[in-house]
């Protein structure tokens, strides 16, 4: 299988930002692009027409920051179809957003973990069903990073694989919060990488964090990304087979030169996977 028939895109991507304005994006650069739809719903005037000028140059994807698919308040639905008008409206290839929640009544400006219970996953799930349904189109669940497990009852792996079975729905594979929490939580990251479902990837992301302590990574995206994500991104490939690949940077963001950088590194990476090899890969999913 192609990755071009598998994926909603394809090759190395970038976070588009609106402190890029004003430097020049190359066309060849970068194969896609990811916006969080929350940020440019509604945006007019010159940051309407810049954002407008991309999506008629690149392919987009979207990753949602305020669904809160865990909250126990009601889904705020009049999101949900906004949302549904922008991915229409600039044909975005794929939606995304975090497996936690970030709302009670109110915003609570983080990313809060869902606990880890079976009660959790049918909640979670029928909420997920809704949105696709509303939607009329699968989305995909970022693996998140976290540093509690209230009440759990299950490993991380075996709730959010739980919660994609259920819901039916796809992942969105995060190499460094893999690497964050099997650090934080200390597991092994390539069993944690061995036990996801190849078929329901649809897309990477890869980001830096911050080193708090020996033991204590933040995931922050505020900083390049380091050696040992960029090759857990390649044992990613090994297992699920060549997949495309996302650089996040929120904070701390450097000239665009040094982006494209790593995001030129992302395509050494995927240049030494072959059509064949993702073939194989799949075969595990």
């Known amino acids: 299988m192609q990755e071009d028939t598998f994926y909603p895109v394809?090759?190395?991507?970038?976070?588009?930002?609106r402190s890029?304005?004003?430097?020049?994006?190359?066309?060849?650069?970068?194969?896609?692009l990811e916006v969080a739809p929350?940020?440019?719903?509604?945006?007019?005037?010159?940051?309407?027409?810049?954002?407008?000028?991309?999506?008629?140059?690149?392919?987009?994807?979207?990753?949602?920051?305020?669904l809160s698919i865990g909250s126990p308040a009601p889904l705020d639905l009049e999101l949900v179809k906004s949302i549904k008008k922008f991915i229409r409206d600039h044909e975005i290839r794929c939606y995304s957003e975090h497996l936690s929640y970030c709302s009670d009544h109110g915003h609570l400006y983080?990313?809060?973990?869902?606990?880890?219970?079976?009660?959790?996953?049918?909640?979670?799930?029928?909420?997920?069903?809704?949105?696709?349904d509303i939607l009329e189109q699968r989305i995909a669940m970022e693996n998140v990073s976290y540093y509690a497990a209230p009440g759990q009852e299950m490993t991380e792996l075996e709730f959010l694989?739980?919660?994609?079975?259920?819901?039916d729905c796809d992942l969105l594979l995060d190499v460094n919060n893999v690497y964050v929490?099997?650090?934080?939580?200390?597991?092994?990251?390539?069993?944690?990488?061995?036990?996801?479902?190849?078929?329901?990837?649809?897309?990477?992301h890869v980001a830096?964090?911050?080193?708090?302590?020996?033991d204590l990574k933040v995931d922050t995206h505020g900083a390049p990304v380091?050696?040992?994500?960029?090759?857990?991104?390649?044992?990613?490939?090994?297992?699920?087979?060549?997949?495309?690949?996302?650089?996040?940077?929120?904070?701390?963001?450097?000239?665009?030169?040094?982006?494209?950088?790593?995001?030129a590194r992302i395509r050494s990476i995927q240049a030494a996977y072959t059509a064949g090899e993702v073939h194989h890969a799949f075969s595990h999913g």
């Open 110 to 132: 983080d990313l809060l973990p869902i606990p880890f219970t079976a009660e959790a996953v049918t909640y979670v799930a029928g909420r997920i069903r809704t949105v696709q």
């Open 10 to 17: 394809n090759g190395a991507g970038l976070g588009l930002r």
């Open 181 to 204: 929490n099997s650090v934080n939580h200390n597991y092994d990251p390539l069993h944690f990488l061995q036990g996801l479902p190849s078929t329901r990837i649809r897309y990477v």
């Open 226 to 263: 380091i050696d040992p994500v960029w090759q857990l991104l390649e044992r990613a490939y090994e297992i699920h087979g060549r997949m495309p690949t996302l650089l996040e940077r929120d904070f701390n963001i450097p000239p665009l030169p040094e982006l494209l950088c790593e995001v």
């Open 161 to 167: 694989n739980a919660v994609l079975e259920e819901a």
């Open 20 to 32: 890029m304005m004003g430097e020049e994006l190359p066309d060849e650069s970068v194969d896609f």
């Open 38 to 66: 929350e940020n440019w719903i509604g945006v007019g005037g010159r940051f309407g027409r810049w954002f407008r000028s991309y999506t008629e140059r690149f392919p987009f994807v979207t990753h949602g920051l305020s």
């Open 208 to 214: 830096g964090h911050y080193d708090e302590a020996e």
